[in-house]
Protein backbone atom coordinates (compact mmCIF):
# COMPACT_ATOMS: atom_id res chain seq x y z
CA UNK A 1 0.00 0.00 0.00
CA UNK A 2 1.09 3.63 -0.58
CA UNK A 3 2.15 5.37 2.32
CA UNK A 4 2.14 8.60 0.68
CA UNK A 5 -1.74 8.56 0.69
CA UNK A 6 -3.93 8.76 3.86
CA UNK A 7 -4.83 4.70 3.22
CA UNK A 8 -1.33 3.74 3.66
CA UNK A 9 -0.29 6.33 5.93
CA UNK A 10 -3.45 4.94 8.20
CA UNK A 11 -2.28 0.75 7.52
CA UNK A 12 1.26 1.59 8.52
CA UNK A 13 0.15 3.25 11.39
CA UNK A 14 -2.60 -0.03 12.55
CA UNK A 15 0.29 -2.44 11.54
CA UNK A 16 2.77 -0.80 13.45
CA UNK A 17 0.34 -0.45 16.62
CA UNK A 18 -0.93 -4.43 16.27
CA UNK A 19 3.24 -5.63 15.87
CA UNK A 20 3.80 -3.15 19.00
CA UNK A 21 0.88 -4.44 21.04
CA UNK A 22 1.47 -8.00 19.91
CA UNK A 23 4.65 -7.58 21.22
CA UNK A 24 3.70 -7.12 24.66
CA UNK A 25 3.96 -2.86 24.12
CA UNK A 26 1.14 -1.06 24.98
CA UNK A 27 2.64 2.20 24.63
CA UNK A 28 2.00 3.13 21.08
CA UNK A 29 -1.38 2.37 21.03
CA UNK A 30 -1.58 4.74 24.14
CA UNK A 31 0.18 7.87 22.08
CA UNK A 32 -2.62 6.65 18.95
CA UNK A 33 -5.36 6.76 20.57
CA UNK A 34 -7.57 10.01 21.11
CA UNK A 35 -8.17 11.42 24.43
CA UNK A 36 -11.59 10.77 24.16
CA UNK A 37 -11.61 7.58 22.24
CA UNK A 38 -14.86 5.36 21.54
CA UNK A 39 -15.19 2.01 21.59
CA UNK A 40 -18.39 0.01 20.39
CA UNK A 41 -17.61 -4.02 21.44
CA UNK A 42 -19.94 -4.80 24.29
CA UNK A 43 -18.42 -4.66 27.51
CA UNK A 44 -15.15 -2.70 25.94
CA UNK A 45 -15.15 0.51 28.25
CA UNK A 46 -14.45 3.83 26.30
CA UNK A 47 -12.32 6.41 26.19
CA UNK A 48 -8.45 6.16 26.06
CA UNK A 49 -7.39 5.24 29.63
CA UNK A 50 -10.23 3.15 30.51
CA UNK A 51 -9.56 1.32 27.43
CA UNK A 52 -6.50 0.75 27.81
CA UNK A 53 -6.65 -0.51 31.35
CA UNK A 54 -9.75 -3.07 30.26
CA UNK A 55 -7.34 -3.91 27.41
CA UNK A 56 -3.94 -4.80 29.00
CA UNK A 57 -5.59 -7.14 31.86
CA UNK A 58 -7.70 -8.66 28.24
CA UNK A 59 -7.55 -11.98 27.10
CA UNK A 60 -5.48 -10.79 23.78
CA UNK A 61 -3.16 -9.18 25.88
CA UNK A 62 -1.50 -12.66 27.01
CA UNK A 63 -2.66 -14.07 23.55
CA UNK A 64 -0.36 -14.85 20.61
CA UNK A 65 -2.00 -12.80 17.62
CA UNK A 66 -1.07 -13.63 13.82
CA UNK A 67 -2.36 -10.88 11.45
CA UNK A 68 -3.32 -12.21 8.19
CA UNK A 69 -4.54 -9.19 6.51
CA UNK A 70 -5.03 -5.78 6.37
CA UNK A 71 -7.57 -3.35 4.09
CA UNK A 72 -7.83 0.49 4.97
CA UNK A 73 -9.24 3.59 3.41
CA UNK A 74 -8.79 7.37 4.03
CA UNK A 75 -10.89 6.95 7.59
CA UNK A 76 -11.01 2.99 8.77
CA UNK A 77 -7.97 0.33 8.55
CA UNK A 78 -10.05 -3.18 9.14
CA UNK A 79 -8.04 -6.07 10.51
CA UNK A 80 -8.16 -9.55 10.20
CA UNK A 81 -5.98 -12.37 12.61
CA UNK A 82 -5.92 -15.32 14.61
CA UNK A 83 -6.07 -14.70 18.56
CA UNK A 84 -4.31 -18.09 20.63
CA UNK A 85 -4.86 -17.30 24.14
CA UNK A 86 -2.81 -19.52 26.06
CA UNK A 87 -4.17 -23.12 26.36
CA UNK A 88 -6.47 -22.65 23.12
CA UNK A 89 -5.31 -24.74 20.16
CA UNK A 90 -7.54 -23.20 17.35
CA UNK A 91 -7.93 -19.70 19.29
CA UNK A 92 -10.16 -16.64 17.80
CA UNK A 93 -10.81 -15.34 14.60
CA UNK A 94 -10.83 -11.52 14.69
CA UNK A 95 -12.07 -8.28 12.63
CA UNK A 96 -11.06 -5.17 14.32
CA UNK A 97 -12.62 -2.07 12.75
CA UNK A 98 -10.25 1.21 13.54
CA UNK A 99 -11.32 4.64 12.52
CA UNK A 100 -8.64 7.51 12.21
CA UNK A 101 -9.30 11.38 12.70
CA UNK A 102 -6.17 13.50 12.29
CA UNK A 103 -3.56 10.54 12.18
CA UNK A 104 -4.94 9.00 15.52
CA UNK A 105 -7.71 6.03 16.35
CA UNK A 106 -10.73 8.01 17.73
CA UNK A 107 -13.04 4.28 17.05
CA UNK A 108 -13.22 0.85 17.09
CA UNK A 109 -15.66 -1.94 16.54
CA UNK A 110 -14.62 -5.92 16.48
CA UNK A 111 -16.10 -9.31 15.35
CA UNK A 112 -14.58 -12.04 17.44
CA UNK A 113 -15.72 -15.79 16.51
CA UNK A 114 -13.91 -19.18 18.01
CA UNK A 115 -11.93 -20.35 15.22
CA UNK A 116 -14.13 -23.81 13.67
CA UNK A 117 -12.88 -27.54 12.86
CA UNK A 118 -10.81 -27.46 9.80
CA UNK A 119 -13.55 -29.68 8.20
CA UNK A 120 -16.44 -27.02 8.99
CA UNK A 121 -14.75 -24.60 6.93
CA UNK A 122 -13.27 -26.45 3.91
CA UNK A 123 -11.99 -23.18 2.37
CA UNK A 124 -9.88 -22.13 5.46
CA UNK A 125 -10.79 -19.54 8.23
CA UNK A 126 -8.04 -17.15 7.10
Known sequence: MNETTAAGRNARLVR?????????????????????????SPGNPSGRDAFLRFIADSEVAKAELDLKRVVADEEHVVVHYRMTPPGQERGLAVVDIWRLADGRIAEHWDVVQPVPQAREVPNGMF
Do not use: C, K, M, Y
Not at 16 to 24: D, P, R, S, V, Y
Not at 26 to 38: S, T
Open 16 to 40: TIFAEFAAGNLAPLREALHDDFVEH
